[in-house]
């Protein structure tokens, strides 16, 4: 009788773990999540206008010539003298950043750039430095693409020197624009 009851109780066991793996085997639950994405129209940039920093005299000592970003007139330190009678053609650099209508977006400027003589030997430069970004309504960044384009201006420091070779000098320098 006890080899009886050790069976019994030993068959309950079992019999009683086995519902418990069956049940808790059989115990899930499903759904479903959405997937989305937005592709944005790529952002791209156009220069619409070139800097120029118009005619300059170069004095004894140099100086440096700014163009503002956005308005004013160009303004001079040391002996960078511009010719007020003829001042020539001054203006920032112009562009327009195009993308996907209604984002925000930066503008990144160079820290530093040249531009050679391209009337002499082409080994007269003179530095370009402390470059500086403008929205059209006269902010900085960043900016916002609504509807699809928005106009900025780019003006920097040109570093005449002291025995500046006179002629026409050119340049180029890099600006982009990013997504935030």
């Known amino acids: 009788m006890k080899k009886l009851t050790a069976l019994l109780a030993a068959g309950l066991v079992l019999g009683a773990s086995g519902m418990a793996m069956a049940a808790g085997a059989g115990d899930t639950a499903t759904t479903s999540a959405t997937a989305t994405a937005t592709v944005y129209t790529p952002i791209e940039i156009d220069n619409t206008e070139g800097l120029a920093f118009g005619n300059i005299v170069a004095a ?3 100086g440096t010539v700014t163009v503002p970003a956005i308005g004013g007139t160009p303004e001079r330190t040391g002996n960078a003298g511009l010719m007020p ?7 920032a650099a112009e562009f327009t950043a195009t993308g996907q209508s209604g984002a925000a977006y930066s503008v990144t400027v160079p ?4 531009v050679a003589n391209t009337t002499g030997t082409g080994a007269e ?10 929205l059209a309504n006269g902010t900085t960044d960043p900016g916002n693409l609504t509807d699809g384009s928005e106009v900025f201006y780019v003006g920097a420091t040109l570093a ?3 025995t500046q070779v006179a002629g026409a000098y050119t340049g180029t320098f890099n600006v982009s624009v990013n997504y935030n």
């Open 111 to 114: 820290a530093s750039g040249e």
């Open 85 to 91: 009678a003829n001042l020539g053609t001054v203006t």
């Open 60 to 62: 004894a000592g140099g």
């Open 125 to 134: 430069t003179m530095v370009l430095s402390d470059f500086t970004s403008k």
């Open 160 to 162: 005449v020197g002291a």
